[in-house]
């Protein structure tokens, strides 16, 4: 059985309850999330757009290009699921653990709580739109597109639900019950990444075999594309003339992918390609493997 056919054992009592910890890790951005943090793309907008840029445009480019060159020789081709999987990790925001780790790395925390912000509000938009436009390009992609029907509307209402409706809710509490919602939002950012985390390894653990199965294109794939956006997001922001606080700012945001929308939206549309799915799943892993190193390298080489 080919790579493309491996299906993935997620029940959907387990999916729903992977949505409710993904509308809470929501809900904890939203908790941090200030006018304030929209007023300084007004009044200083350079970091910003910058890491956007990277974010959403620069990044799903290159790893189309990196699809694309591997594609030209059968021997280098990546599986069209694992493919899939590769395009929909690089349509996603940047996660809530990069906040963590811009601190831990002594960078511009301030750009980092900034770019979490916008970039999950631009989701609603960006992400479907990302993913149809690459994903239509390949072939290999788009003839599974093709047969899965996926209506890129259908998935911004999807998005919208999963991310908008936690997302608002968490600005309004924090804009009208501030001390509340500073009480609250550092045990609910524990609460969701250790569950987020223990869902993962379940997924992996009751799909463990499929995993050993193909545990060397799932690292290597990982591996490259995750190193690829936090090369493209340090030097990409350097080029820009950003400095290097908030060069590693930018690195770490466009190489913390919020992994945990990539996999819901896998079990919703795609789930009968377990390529796909195993490769979310261990991006999730393995980001925060990189971004922790990552991190402690920089911290301790400002020190």
């Known amino acids: 059985m080919g790579i493309d056919n491996v299906e993935i054992t997620f029940d959907s009592n387990t999916q729903f309850i992977l949505k409710l910890i993904l509308g809470f ?42 699809i694309w060159g591997a594609s030209q ?23 809530n653990m990069s906040n963590f780790f811009t601190h831990l790395a002594k960078g511009n925390t301030a750009l980092s709580v900034s770019m979490s912000a916008i970039s999950t509000v631009a989701a609603l938009v960006m992400t479907p739109l990302n993913f149809s436009f690459w994903g239509s390009l ?15 509307i259908d998935m911004l209402i999807t998005i919208t639900i999963l991310l908008g409706i936690p997302l608002t809710i968490g600005m309004l509490i924090a804009h009208y019950q501030a001390a509340f919602a500073n009480k609250i939002k550092k045990p609910m950012k524990n609460f969701s990444i250790f569950f987020f985390i223990l869902l993962i390894f379940g997924a992996l653990a009751v799909n463990w075999q499929t995993f050993l199965d193909y545990i060397g294109t799932f690292a290597l794939v990982v591996f490259l594309q995750n190193s690829l956006a936090l090369t493209l997001g340090y030097w990409g922001a350097k080029a820009a003339g950003l400095s290097h606080y ?38 999730g892993m393995w980001h925060m493997i990189s971004g922790l190193t990552l991190a402690y390298y920089w911290q301790r080489k400002a020190a």
């Open 73 to 95: 020789s059968e021997r280098t081709a990546f599986y069209p699921s694992v493919a899939l999987g590769m395009l929909l990790l690089a349509a996603c925001p940047g996660g």
């Open 246 to 283: 908030d060069s590693k700012t930018v690195s770490l945001e466009v190489g913390i992918q919020n992994s945990g929308l990539g996999l819901i939206l896998f079990f919703q549309y795609f789930e009968h390609l377990g390529g796909m799915g195993i490769i979310v799943a261990w991006w």
């Open 138 to 152: 390949l072939p290999s992609t788009n003839s599974l597109l093709s047969v899965l029907s996926i209506d890129p």
């Open 25 to 66: 890790i929501i809900f904890g951005v939203a908790l941090d999330i200030k006018i304030e943090d929209f007023k300084r793309v007004v009044e200083n907008p350079k970091g910003i757009l910058i890491g956007l840029s990277l974010q959403f445009i620069a990044f799903p480019a290159l790893t189309f290009l990196l």
